[in-house]
């Protein structure tokens, strides 16, 4: 998850990796650098410490991380996929 430019990112967390959950327990817009520190900001404002599913958007790109966890030294995850929205 490399360095971005200083830009929002949205930030959607799934507490369940259920597919029979449709809206996020957490959806906010946070400004980072990078990936990794959006998510764990908004994670640790709410006190989650694990999400089944991590959706992260921004201008140009959108992330899914899966299984997702919050430590000290940062986040860990499985599974990453990533898109570009650009033409």
Known sequence: MGILR???LYVHIFISDSLLDVEPDVSEEAAAISVSAAV???MVRHDITSAGVV???SSDHEMWLHDVSVSECG???DFPVKRSLGA
């Open 75 to 77: 986040i860990s995850y």
């Open 40 to 42: 764990r900001a908004v």
């Open 6 to 8: 200083a830009q929002p």
């Open 55 to 57: 959706y992260v958007r």
